[in-house]
């Protein structure tokens, strides 16, 4: 069978490459610090080969449909698509931006907040709520149960 490059299989493609680099990052780390990454990366490194094996080799005939009928949809007006893609595109950005500069276990709970609050425009119970719950979260089995000792940031670095 020969492959067809599609751009399809890129997606897989660029997973595979991440998941085996993060396995590969995360050899000469401590076994409790590289335990999450290797947990994740392992299992998104067969998917990703499975996913971009399945693009290349597989035509859309010979497969049986997916597991959801997935469509775009036409209701939405391009721009407003658009925009709302760019949003979550930012915040995601904004996310790594946060995790760079305080830190992971910081990151999570700020980052909750505020797109609750500015995105979701949720009330202050909720917020806080879920707010005090990813921090007890992140901070009570990542820091005090599994003793994972996650970067402090670069301006609590200093």
Not at 55 to 64: A, I, N, T
Request: include cysteine; charge should be neutral; hydrophobic fraction near 55%.
């Amino acid at each position: 069978m020969k492959p067809v490059l599609k751009v399809r299989s890129l997606l897989g493609l660029s997973v595979t490459i991440a998941a085996a680099y993060a396995l590969y990052d995360s050899l000469h780390w401590p076994y409790k610090t590289a335990l999450f990454p290797r947990l994740i990366s392992a299992p998104l490194l067969v998917l990703g080969l499975l996913e971009t094996f399945l693009c290349l080799y597989v035509s859309e005939g010979q497969r049986e449909g997916g597991a959801v009928d997935f469509e775009f949809s036409s209701d939405v007006d391009p721009i407003i698509a658009r925009n709302r893609t760019l949003s979550l595109f930012l915040w995601i950005l904004g996310f790594f931006a946060l995790i760079l500069l305080i830190g992971f276990l910081w990151a999570v709970p700020i980052f909750v907040f505020l797109y609750l609050k500015l995105e979701g425009k949720e009330g202050w119970v909720l917020t806080i709520s879920l707010t005090a719950c990813s921090w007890l979260f992140m901070e009570g089995l990542f820091d005090r149960l599994l003793h994972i000792p996650f970067s402090r940031g670069w301006l609590l670095s200093f």
